[in-house]
């Protein structure tokens, strides 16, 4: 990349900061020596008329790993290359940040550790990794056990009526009660009641796929964002959901100064067993808005992700019956009749690689948001700072460039005698928890609630389609193309996946009534 970029290389590890170095470098950067981004026209009015991933994954097909997106003032880069992927998350992550992702979060997450930057990032994160010990996750076993048993009976009651059951959102509540029990010891129990403070979750959660489907932004408005009728209700119950959490953070407080425990790595209260609790013990030194902020990423990252793994596995099975009796053999014969540990969990090998290629078919976000704070380079094409890049694991999951029958569902693809898949071992082409220093805190504790949930649930009961529900894929067209056109409906279609999981999918799979039928 010739002089200029070496002197520039070298002013920048001198402590010069980008802003300058882009300054005085524009001229080189903006001359005609480095090839260009391959840009993908024509995409606007493809994005129209389809769900947006095909053509997304078809635009990658033509142009390739990388192409940028443009409308009118706005560009995208969109990357389906697994190294240009390894570079920007892992090998010079330094140089990009969450972007837009942090616009739209802020007023739910704050400065919580799936938006932060920089410095707020690196404390929070070195603090928070640590309460999720193994000795934390191997106990947290229990508690999926439990909510799941709960699922279970009702079920059961379902299945002895010859009722239909809309499975996702059962799901959703099984997550949120697993959630809230381990991030801050509370019992929404959810799957039992519908409590003020559940339907306030609820309302802080679907008004964050709202604003990012938004033209404009309503809430900001000075005057309509004190008598909107909607905005009122969602700020009450945001109000209610962190009026909860500083109740639940003062309790806890409490709790640890009337305790008798010597503080240590593998620290854990054995009567609340709490991520909270961890880090009030461990005398984390934060005010208490940050910690709430954590604490509601947490229950949001580790909610309708699990939730929507769920429902597209159970999607899953209910097309294949071999590998469900495959997976029903495996339960039935590690299992028995009663609540998983962890040794069992490790013996589920083959209901593990059921997760990994659900996974790999719905990665959960499928999208990956950053943008660049320095310039850089991705492959041999240039960037300047500023630039919005979304890395679509979707492509990167399903591009036949790296898998054998990309779209066909088949655990068979990991030998179970292998190692369980990761960005590492597949070296980015297969990324359901991110990687490098962002990667995913959770991914243990998703891994084994996922598995835990499925063995006990496949382990009683049948599912299938219901009679006349929607066909998954007009579904996912009509609730999509109803927003916005060209740009917005990208835009808006990619955050809401980011936010929630699978945002508008999940609600394709809601219409998915799955029959239970005791086995
Ligand atoms: C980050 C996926 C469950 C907490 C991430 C990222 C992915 C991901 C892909 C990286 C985002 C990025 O690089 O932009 C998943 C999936 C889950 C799951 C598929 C379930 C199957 C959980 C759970 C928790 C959690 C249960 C909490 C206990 C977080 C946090 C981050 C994160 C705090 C941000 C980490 C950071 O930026 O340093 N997750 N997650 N996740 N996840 Fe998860």
Redesign the pocket.
């Known amino acids: 990349s010739g002089f200029p970029s070496q002197v520039r290389n070298g002013l920048s590890k001198l402590g010069v900061p980008p802003e300058v170095l882009d300054f005085f470098f524009q001229w080189f950067d903006s001359s005609e020596d480095h090839p260009k981004i391959p840009e993908a026209k024509g995409a606007v009015k493809a994005i129209q008329n389809e769900a947006f991933f095909i053509p997304l994954y078809e635009l990658h097909l033509t142009y390739g790993g990388i192409f940028r997106l443009t409308f009118g003032p706005k560009s995208f880069v969109i990357v389906s290359d697994p190294s240009i992927a390894k570079h920007i ?1 892992k090998d010079n992550s330094k140089a990009y940040s ?1 972007g837009i ?1 942090a616009e739209i979060l802020e007023f739910v997450m704050g400065k919580g ?2 938006p932060a930057d920089g410095e707020v ?1 690196r404390v929070r ?1 070195r603090t ?1 990794v640590p309460a ?1 010990h193994q000795k934390f996750v191997a106990t947290m076993i229990n508690l999926f056990g439990q909510a799941t048993q709960r699922l279970c009976d009702k079920l059961d009651a379902a299945a002895s009526e010859g009722e239909d059951v809309e499975m996702e959102s059962l799901f959703s509540r099984l997550t949120l009660d697993i ?1 809230g029990k ?2 801050f010891n509370y019992d929404f129990d959810s799957l039992t009641n519908d409590t003020g403070i559940i339907e306030a979750v609820y309302t802080v959660l679907r008004e964050a796929e709202d604003r990012s489907v938004s033209p404009i932004p309503f809430w900001e408005i000075p005057i309509w964002k004190d008598i909107s009728p909607k905005q009122k209700k969602v700020n009450e119950a945001l109000k209610l959901v962190n009026d909860t959490l500083n109740e639940l953070i003062a309790i806890c407080k409490r709790m640890v100064d009337e305790e008798d425990l010597q503080f240590h790595e593998e620290y854990m209260n054995e009567e609340d067993p709490s ?1 909270l609790h961890f880090l009030v013990a461990s005398g984390d030194d934060v005010s208490s808005k940050q910690l709430r902020d954590d604490l509601m ?2 229950l949001i ?2 909610h309708e ?2 939730a929507a ?1 769920l429902t597209w596995t159970f999607y899953l099975l209910s097309k294949e019956p071999t590998i469900m009796s495959k997976l029903q053999n495996e339960v039935d014969s590690v299992l028995g009749d009663r609540l998983p540990t962890i040794e069992d969990v490790k013996k589920l090998k083959y209901t593990t690689r059921v997760i990994n290629e659900s ?1 790999r078919l719905y ?3 499928p999208v ?2 950053r943008r660049s704070i320095e310039s850089d380079f991705l492959g041999k094409y240039p960037i300047k700072r500023g630039e919005d890049i979304f890395i679509s ?1 979707w492509n990167l999951h399903r591009s036949p460039h790296h898998w054998i029958d990309a779209d066909k569902f088949n655990p068979e693809r990991w030998p179970l005698d292998g190692p369980n898949p990761n960005e590492t071992n597949q070296n980015f082409s297969y ?4 990687g490098g ?7 243990m ?2 891994s084994f ?2 598995v835990v949930a499925v063995a006990m649930l496949v382990r009683r009961f049948n599912f299938q389609i219901a009679l006349g529900a929607p066909a998954v894929s007009d579904f996912i067209m009509s609730s999509l193309c109803k927003f916005l056109d060209g740009f917005e409906k990208l835009v808006a279609v990619y955050l809401i996946f980011t936010k929630q999981g699978v945002g508008t999918v999940i609600e394709t799979a809601r219409e998915q009534i799955l029959t239970t039928e005791s086995v």
């Open positions: 998350l969450k992702l550790l799936i990032w994160r928070i999720l959630i381990a991030v991520i990423t947490m990252a580790g992700t699990s793994v996974l990665p959960q976000p990956l948001i694991v990324l359901p928890f991110g220093p962002r990667k995913c805190v959770g991914d504790f998703a609630e996922t």
